[in-house]
């Protein structure tokens, strides 16, 4: 493990952090910059003119592209290089995410085989499982993971799937539907899930070409149409007992550890989507005349395009944030043998909550930017002409894919409590002290502001922000402590309340970081952004201790409350107009 100082996973919350403890995309190296701009050539050059072929899911288009997608390395990033593969860094892999973000539903072909298909026999399959399966993975034999089934979406244990070991004990006879499959019309390898003996939930590696295996009919879908969706079925599937992916019994760590490297993935491919859709919609605002003038001079499509830009920075700031939190863990981790790769899922199991929040915050950012990119085109982008339309509808199933939000948003602050009560986190003794430190607080005390937009500025509001944070999580464990797992509506209200703090510290560390100049592009982002993020950790929070704070009560701990959110307005039109400007000067997310 690094001998550098880092925050362990969800201590964000607990203690303020520190810009010289984090990483930014101001820190990729010259190595990751190239390796971003070969992916980012890829898609426009080769994708892109090709994307009317690839919704159609032309015979062999999509399987030429991920062929010369290997030839440039780009399905090998995670792969160890004994075996064939390149062993690149978790930021490396997650820029090659980003920028395939570009390619509509090619993107989601290329993730699932980069991701969930290929690290599972990564960091879980033996030697001659790696030997055997992971250089094709490398060169373009597509791969597929196979989890839900028709009964069973979020609650992956409740398969029914089965695998049964015949007398002679070599081999196990497989039986069941997996459903909603991505690569299904393609792979040759399937990750699949089933329970040994009915009971035991255990990974096996299938072939497409084993006897019983057999694929539906491909599923009509609302986006993401280029790529292959549809059932596996498995019919007295004879897998031999070599094929059997880690231990029998344990098959939900695979699904479970794998899924955070999906989380932070996807946290990253909707970055790509969101950038291309505000690209969109700033050149069409810059060639569209109305009243005689272009859209990109108009007050609203303006603050549009600044908020659009805003939301983008802070997810782009708590991805590689989270990302880069992982690499410092994971440094050191050399080799493929079984001790590093136990070592790299703790890793990447220590950010667990950090992985839930990129899935679930950059996903909506995602929403947002394309459904604001559409009403920017106006009629234009409800047509199929214009390539908005298809962003908009590709975006929708990222709130889904990896875990639904809903199911990450019970996460988020369930898994605090638990590392808490673990011993991993001292939670329980930081919401005391503040506990404390509330019942010592004179409401009339007003503490000096420094000059707004400026660090210390920032600093003051954010100690605020986080105090609010825990103390509306510290009223609501206090109320529901025994039975809070079941108080799913509050368990909502603080998962944002614990994204909305973690996006906003991880943009203001990444301004700390880079020095930016109070009128770079990067401050008005934030400070566009943060007002209204204030704004919303407030109405949270109120609306959790107006649940969980008895009446006789509810005035004295709003009086604190609303004092750690308090916030002078300030000219946020005049910040929009002037990121409006940048962004429309670069026609885009402004590069490097």
């Known amino acids: 493990m690094s001998d550098k100082k880092y925050q362990k996973g969800g201590e964000f919350l607990l203690a303020a952090g520190n810009a010289d403890e984090i990483f930014t995309p101001e820190d990729f190296t010259s190595e990751q910059r190239m390796i971003a701009k070969t992916t980012e050539d890829f898609v426009r050059q080769e994708v892109w003119p090709k994307i009317d072929k690839i919704e159609a899911q032309e015979e062999g288009v999509t399987l030429d592209l991920m062929s010369q997608a290997a030839e440039l390395g780009l399905l090998m990033a995670d792969i160890p290089q004994e075996y064939a593969g390149m062993g690149l860094d978790k930021t490396s892999s997650a820029l090659i995410t980003e920028k395939m973000g570009m390619a509509g539903s090619f993107s989601v072909t290329h993730a699932a085989h980069t991701g969930i298909a290929t690290l599972p026999i990564v960091f879980y399959g033996n030697q001659a499982q790696k030997e055997k399966y992971l250089p094709g993975l490398a060169e373009g034999e597509i791969g597929a993971y196979c989890l839900t089934e028709p009964g069973s979406g979020s609650d992956a244990l409740a398969a029914k799937a089965t695998a049964f070991l015949s007398e002679d004990g070599k081999k196990y006879l497989l039986n069941g539907t997996k459903q909603f499959i991505t690569n299904a019309k393609w792979a040759k390898t399937f990750i699949v899930f089933a329970k040994v003996a009915g ?34 079925i498995l019919e007295d599937v004879s897998v031999p007992v070599e094929n059997l992916l880690g231990e029998i019994g344990k098959g939900h760590l695979i699904a479970f550890n794998i899924l955070n490297i999906g989380r932070y993935k996807l946290g990253a491919g909707v970055l790509g989507a969101a950038k291309l859709a505000l690209e969109y919609a700033v050149k069409y605002a810059l060639e569209r005349k109305q009243f005689k003038k272009s859209l990109s001079e108009f007050g609203l499509i303006r603050k549009k395009i600044a908020e659009m830009t805003s939301r983008i920075f802070v997810a782009e700031s708590l991805v590689y944030r989270t990302v880069g939190l992982i690499d410092i863990i994971l440094e050191g981790v050399k080799g493929s043998s079984g001790e590093s790769s136990e070592r790299v899922l703790k890793g990447i199991e220590e950010y667990a909550i950090e992985c839930s929040i990129a899935k679930v915050y950059a996903s909506e950012v995602a929403d947002y930017v394309v459904d604001e990119s559409l009403q920017i085109f106006g009629g234009y982008g409800y047509s199929q002409e214009y390539p908005v339309e298809r962003l908009y509808r590709d975006a929708r199933i990222n709130r889904i894919f990896e875990g639904t939000s809903e199911i990450n948003r019970l996460l988020i602050p369930g898994m605090l409590l638990c590392r808490s009560l673990q011993g991993d986190l001292p939670l ?8 404390n430190e509330v019942a010592d607080t004179s409401a009339g005390d007003e503490a000096p502001e420094s000059g707004v937009g400026e660090f210390a500025w920032y600093r003051e509001k954010l100690e605020g ?13 206090e109320k529901h402590f025994k039975d809070i797992a079941e108080r799913q509506e509050l368990l909502a209200l603080l998962a944002d309340m614990i994204m909305e703090y973690y996006a906003i510290e991880s943009a203001l560390l990444r301004l700390e970081r880079g020095s930016f100049a109070a009128s770079s592009w990067q401050s008005q982002a934030l ?12 109405s949270w929070g109120r609306e959790v201790l107006g649940s969980v704070v008895s009446s006789p009560q509810l005035a004295g701990k709003l009086v604190v409350f609303e004092k750690f959110c308090r916030l002078t307005p300030f000219d946020t039109i005049s910040v929009r107009d002037l990121l409006a400007e940048k962004i429309i000067s670069d026609e885009g997310y402004p590069r490097g």
Request: hydrophobic share 55%.
């Open 527 to 538: 400070l566009n952004y943060f007002p209204a993020a204030m704004g919303r950790l407030r």
């Open 465 to 477: 922000a986080r105090k609010a944070v825990l103390m509306a999580a510290g009223l609501a464990v």
């Open 428 to 435: 329980m003794r930081v919401l005391e002290n503040l506990k």
């Open 199 to 232: 009971k035991d939930f255990t990974a096996f590696i299938v072939e497409r070409d084993m006897l019983g295996v057999s694929i539906a009919p491909e599923e009509l879908k609302l986006g993401i149409k280029g790529s292959s969706t549809a059932a596996l």
